[in-house]
């Protein structure tokens, strides 16, 4: 049996998604750009799916721009906007966000941009007064994270929006760890971006969500496809499935369930805290730490116990460094350490005690080998 608790890295693509997608590879597989009888059904496959992503954000059809994913959207964002209002040197963001915003604004700053990467509180949420303050005549856009990858802190993103708007800057959400999770009102948001990946669709589609009117410019450039924004042959089984990945039901109420149950499980183990926000938080998000041991070790051994969990973000556990998301809210290293985020799925559900007793006898282990002494532990 294998529990994954790791769909914040990535979710399994539904079996209703994965048959639609095997029609476009195998029977309808032209090119949407040929003139013949596939080629045009192919068409109308991603007509079809970009109208009923429109309607479930409330967007016009052509607000929806078609990418590689949520690194390729965030890069389009920033770069876009760039590369179309020259005149325009400075950005907001935060210390928080995802590496494709953050390493695109480290890039940006090479070329004379401005950056300012505002902090969060003690529960990684970004004060809207700071952003409001910071906004002048050169900004170009605020890009400000709906949903956190390793803490699961959701932003207020519908007030920043408000405070752009009035600015008349323009205000990009990288949506892509809270969209169909949690509703969000897109009137005062210009542009965020989507993956197809975290929603039970394939790895490697996406979107950006650009409001008509947005003064922006395409970074890869060819044949002019998806309105000129972002030239390469269609990915067509990728935006069939990310439109049938819509009706996948999340079942929310029940993994928040198993979540709080699994969080009241793990805080009666001693030396143990919960990180981020209590309230604002997103459904299926536990990042917990454990006092003095090894977060990478835990990891290990609960995958041996078959529960798959990751110990910060995913796309960052390659290199091994403490996670900059926990520092920036302020964990002391020794929890910093040993910790654990654990996003869960259905499969959770009905198995919460089995991973509070895995979880719980693994710490045990690990602090029997622990050098620090479990009475100062125990006092934390
Ligand atoms: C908040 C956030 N933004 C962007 C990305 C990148 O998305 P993709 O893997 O589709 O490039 C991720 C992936 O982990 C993410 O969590």
Same mark, same amino acid.
């Given at each position: 049996?294998?529990?994954?608790?790791?769909?914040?890295?990535?979710?399994?693509?539904?079996?209703?998604?994965?048959?639609?997608?095997?029609?476009?590879?195998?029977?309808?597989?032209?090119?949407?750009?040929?003139?013949?009888?596939?080629?045009?059904?192919?068409?109308?496959?991603?007509?079809?799916?970009?109208?009923?992503?429109?309607?479930?954000?409330?967007?016009?059809?052509?607000?929806?721009?078609? %990418?590689?994913?949520?690194?390729?959207?965030?890069?389009?964002?920033?770069?876009?906007?760039?590369?179309?209002?020259?005149?325009?040197?400075?950005?907001?963001? #935060?210390?928080?966000?995802?590496?494709?915003?953050?390493? %695109?604004?480290?890039?940006?700053? *090479?070329?004379?941009?401005?950056?300012?990467?505002?902090?969060?509180? #003690?529960?990684?949420?970004?004060?809207?007064?700071?952003?409001?303050?910071?906004?002048?005549?050169?900004?170009?856009?605020?890009?400000?994270?709906?949903?956190?990858?390793?803490?699961? %802190?959701?932003?207020?993103?519908?007030?920043?929006?408000?405070?752009?708007?009035?600015?008349?800057?323009?205000?990009? &959400?990288?949506?892509?760890?809270?969209?169909?999770?949690?509703?969000?009102?897109?009137?005062?948001?210009?542009?965020?971006?989507?993956?197809?990946?975290?929603?039970?669709?394939?790895?490697?589609?996406?979107?950006? +969500?650009?409001?008509?009117? %947005?003064?922006?410019?395409?970074?890869?450039?060819?044949?002019?496809?998806?309105?000129?924004?972002?030239?390469?042959?269609?990915?067509?089984?990728?935006?069939?499935?990310?439109?049938?990945?819509?009706?996948?039901?999340?079942?929310?109420?029940?993994?928040?369930?198993?979540?709080?149950?699994?969080?009241?499980?793990?805080?009666?183990?001693?030396?143990?805290?919960?990180?981020?926000?209590?309230?604002?938080?997103?459904?299926?998000?536990?990042?917990?730490?454990?006092?003095?041991?090894?977060?990478?070790?835990?990891?290990?051994?609960?995958? *041996?116990?078959?529960?798959?969990?990751?110990?910060?973000?995913?796309?960052?556990?390659?290199?091994?460094?403490?996670?900059?998301?926990?520092?920036?809210?302020?964990?002391?290293?020794? +929890?910093?350490?040993?910790?654990?985020?654990? &996003?869960?799925?259905?499969?959770?559900?009905?198995?919460?005690? +089995?991973?509070?007793?895995?979880?719980?006898?693994?710490?045990?282990?690990?602090?029997?080998? #622990?050098?620090? *002494?479990?009475?100062?532990?125990?006092?934390?």
């Amino acid at each position: 049996m294998k529990i994954y608790l790791d769909n914040a890295a990535t979710t399994k693509v539904y079996p209703e998604v994965a048959k639609k997608v095997q029609e476009l590879f195998v029977d309808k597989y032209g090119n949407a750009s040929s003139l013949h009888s596939i080629g045009t059904e192919v068409r109308k496959k991603i007509d079809e799916a970009r109208g009923k992503i429109a309607r479930f954000i409330g967007a016009e059809i052509s607000e929806i721009i078609f %990418t590689s994913g949520g690194t390729e959207s965030n890069n389009l964002a920033l770069r876009g906007l760039a590369k179309a209002n020259p005149d325009k040197k400075h950005i907001i963001t #935060s210390v928080i966000e995802h590496p494709s915003i953050l390493e %695109t604004c480290k890039d940006l700053e *090479k070329s004379g941009y401005k950056i300012d990467y505002i902090g969060v509180n #003690s529960e990684g949420i970004i004060d809207v007064g700071e952003i409001e303050k910071l906004i002048s005549e050169n900004t170009l856009v605020v890009s400000i994270m709906h949903v956190n990858n390793e803490i699961g %802190t959701i932003q207020p993103v519908e007030k920043i929006g408000k405070v752009c708007k009035k600015a008349e800057v323009y205000f990009h &959400t990288d949506a892509v760890q809270g969209f169909k999770k949690i509703d969000l009102d897109i009137k005062d948001i210009n542009l965020f971006s989507v993956s197809g990946h975290k929603i039970h669709a394939p790895k490697g589609i996406g979107f950006l +969500y650009i409001k008509k009117g %947005t003064n922006i410019s395409a970074i890869i450039t060819g044949g002019g496809q998806e309105n000129k924004l972002r030239s390469g042959t269609e990915n067509v089984p990728g935006i069939v499935g990310l439109a049938t990945a819509l009706d996948v039901d999340n079942k929310n109420n029940e993994i928040k369930k198993s979540r709080d149950k699994i969080i009241e499980g793990l805080l009666k183990i001693h030396g143990t805290k919960i990180n981020g926000s209590m309230n604002n938080r997103i459904y299926h998000n536990i990042n917990v730490s454990f006092y003095g041991i090894e977060g990478e070790s835990l990891m290990l051994m609960l995958d *041996k116990d078959g529960i798959c969990v990751s110990t910060g973000s995913a796309c960052a556990s390659a290199k091994l460094k403490e996670s900059y998301v926990l520092k920036a809210i302020g964990v002391e290293d020794l +929890y910093i350490h040993g910790s654990l985020r654990l &996003t869960l799925g259905d499969d959770v559900v009905g198995n919460e005690d +089995y991973v509070i007793n895995k979880i719980k006898k693994n710490v045990e282990k690990l602090r029997e080998i #622990s050098p620090f *002494k479990f009475e100062k532990i125990a006092r934390k």
